[in-house]
Nanobody
Framework: QVQLVESGGGLVQPGGSLRLSCAASGSRIRFNVMAWYRRAPGKQRELVAAITSGGSANYADSMKGRFTISRDNANNTVFLQMNSLKPEDTAVYYC??????WGQGTQVTVSS
């Protein structure tokens, strides 16, 4: 059974940075696509960024240039470095492991 454990969320001021981590456990996971999604209050869940086992990444347009997704296949971990955070980035961020595994979510709040 796959388990995803996220960490790194919190409260940050506009313009600040946070780094989210997601540790995955289970079998045959290092070849799967991993991703970060988020759900802001009153909105639908949306893709933030995704990364293949080979390191190819793609981003939602509003995150390009500010967010960076990376992964450590040896330790089954995916990261999301978030810079230049804006209040509209406030959301619960979820780790995803293909095909259908989700983390419990970690709250990110951007506010002064």
């Amino acid at each position: 059974q796959v388990q995803l454990v996220e960490s790194g969320g919190g409260l940050v001021q506009p313009g600040g940075s946070l780094r989210l981590s997601c540790a995955a456990s289970g079998s045959r996971i290092r070849f799967n696509v991993m991703a970060w999604y988020r759900r802001a209050p009153g909105k639908q869940r949306e893709l933030v960024a995704a990364i293949t086992s080979g390191g190819s990444a793609n981003y939602a347009d509003s995150m390009k240039g500010r967010f960076t997704i990376s992964r450590d296949n040896a330790n089954n971990t995916v990261f999301l470095q978030m810079n230049s955070l804006k209040p509209e980035d406030t959301a619960v961020y979820y780790c995803f492991l293909a095909p259908n595994n989700w983390g419990q979510g970690t709250q990110v709040t951007v506010s002064s």
